[in-house]
């Protein structure tokens, strides 16, 4: 069992910035592939962005590419998802996913675990 606590949300312009942190407990948290996935308003939630155990691998949906960076804290047993350039489509609760397995997986389902999620919202 591993448990997840997102932070960082909140209200950000458009173009602006926030990072956001996923905090795990319980099982060693090099052993999950950690995931970001957000859900807007009247929408199904979908796949952010994914690294694998090492952090050698990542991936990325192309709404956010080049904006975006997913990176992960072993020591602190906690992964970040960097969000530059935001724009109003940004906002949604985004969620922080694990799985135990070695890759970097894109699809909800492949996703064990999941935190309770932090609100992002981005004005124009």
């Known amino acids: 069992q591993v448990q997840l606590v997102e932070s960082g949300g909140g209200l950000a312009q458009a173009g602006g910035s926030l990072r956001l942190s996923c905090a795990a407990s319980?099982?060693?948290?090099?052993?999950?592939?950690m995931g970001w996935f957000r859900q807007a308003p009247g929408k199904q939630r979908e796949f952010v962005a994914a690294?694998?155990?090492?952090?050698?691998?990542?991936n990325y949906d192309d709404s956010v590419k080049g904006r975006f960076t997913i990176s992960r804290d072993d020591a602190k047993s906690t992964v970040y998802l960097q969000m530059n350039s935001l724009k109003p489509e940004d906002t949604a609760i985004y969620y922080c996913?694990?799985?135990?397995?070695?890759?970097?997986?894109?699809?909800?389902?492949?996703?064990?675990?999941w935190g309770q999620g932090t609100q992002v919202t981005v004005s124009s």
């Open positions: 690294i694998g155990r090492t952090g050698s691998t990542t």
């Open positions: 319980g099982r060693a948290f090099s052993s999950f592939t």
């Open positions: 996913a694990a799985r135990s397995a070695y890759r970097a997986a894109v699809k909800l389902d492949e996703y064990a675990y």
